[in-house]
Structures are given as C-alpha cells and as structure tokens.
C-alpha cells in the first residue's frame, strides 16, 4: 500500500511529507506557521493523525487548507491504508504539497513507510540534546531534522550542537533547519527547501 500511495503521489507530482516528533515539539504550530505563509503560493493538503481528538485537524482547517483527520484510538501510528483512505477523500490537485502530521510519538511511527518522499523529525531545544541516540530508529529513518524553539536557546541548558553530532552518528546524511515557528526565525531556509524539493519532485 506505501508503494500504491507513493506511485500516486509521483503521477501527480505530489510532494509528500510525513511529519514525526515527540508530542510537545511544536509539530502542529510549525505545520501552521508553514501553510499560513505560504498557502498563496502553493497547493497544501494536511493528513493529522492522533489517538483522539479533532483539535489539530481545526485548527488548520481554520487557515482554508484541506485536512482529513485520521483518530488510531489505541494505535499509536499512522499506516499507509489510513493515508490511502484519507487521500481519496481530499481531492488533491497536481503539483502540491501533502503535508502528513503522525501521531506524536518517536518509536512506532518510524517502522511504518506511508509512501512518502521525505520523513522530516522535528524535536524542540526543551527535550534535551539526547533524543537521537535514545530513539535512533526514528532518526536513522529520517531525511531532515528540524529543531524548534531556537528562540528559547538562551534560557535553557542545551547544546545545539551536541544534538547535531549525536543526530549525525545515528544518520550522517540528515540535514538540519533550526526554526522557531512562534517568532519565524529560520522559517525561510526550510521554505526555500520546500519549493526545491517540490519542483524537483
């Protein structure tokens, strides 16, 4: 079912992300912060997954983008038969950006493929430098790393980079954008990837 999905994906041009991180990353507010400024230039759709809820799947629905709301109730991950299901319900034009929001977690999501292009992991500077070598698989599965709450650096104790070089014995080919999505602080560099990556897909 990942293939069947990425297949579709790659007629239509649909650059897919799939969007992984511990709860409390800044996952959603990163996911808004993206689509409120850019939705004019680009085509989005949102895939949000959590165990219960519609609180995240509002709150984008309140910026105009399609989102379909996947709820796994005991589940703690998204698989492909959900995004396959979820995706024939948005409609998706060509040449757009699907943006999938997993379930806040750093160990299952990282064993299931959903036929995306890029698996992008966020972690904020509260969680600690420690992160990548206590969830390896999540990390060494990963294509970007985005470290959010730069802004918060000068008040607390953390090693931005520590976090890098622990993140780059688990996966030496990461790539890395550090971001504030509450003050828009480095946003541009991984817009500026975006466009890339979708032009290029």
């Known amino acids: 079912m990942a293939a069947r999905n990425r ?7 649909i650059f897919t992300l799939n969007l992984v991180s511990s ?8 996911l808004e912060r993206t689509l409120n400024d850019l939705k004019d230039s680009l085509n989005f759709y949102v895939i949000e997954g959590d165990q219960q809820t519609v609180n995240d799947a ?13 709820n796994t109730g005991k589940g703690c991950h998204l698989e492909s038969d959900m995004v396959f299901e979820a995706v ?3 409609q998706m034009r060509p040449d ?18 959903l036929g995306e292009q890029k698996r992008v992991v966020i972690i904020s500077t509260t969680e600690g430098e420690d992160k990548p070598i206590k969830y390896p698989d999540m990390f060494h599965t ?20 520590r976090l890098k070089d622990y993140a780059l014995q688990v996966n030496p080919g990461l790539q890395f954008f550090e971001v504030s999505a509450t003050t828009g602080e480095g946003m541009d560099a991984w817009y500026e990837w975006l466009r890339k990556e979708l032009n290029q897909s």
């Open 88 to 90: 024939k319900h948005l």
């Open 96 to 113: 757009s950006i699907l943006m999938i929001e997993n379930v806040g977690n750093l160990v299952c999501p990282s064993m299931f493929d």
């Open 23 to 30: 709860p409390g990353s800044g996952k959603t507010a990163l």
């Open 58 to 70: 509002n709150r984008i629905a309140a910026l105009e983008v399609p989102v379909m709301q996947i």
């Open 142 to 161: 990963s294509d970007v790393c985005i470290i959010n709450k730069i802004d918060l650096m000068p008040h607390l104790n953390f090693d931005l980079n």
């Open 7 to 13: 297949g579709y994906f790659e007629a239509l041009n």
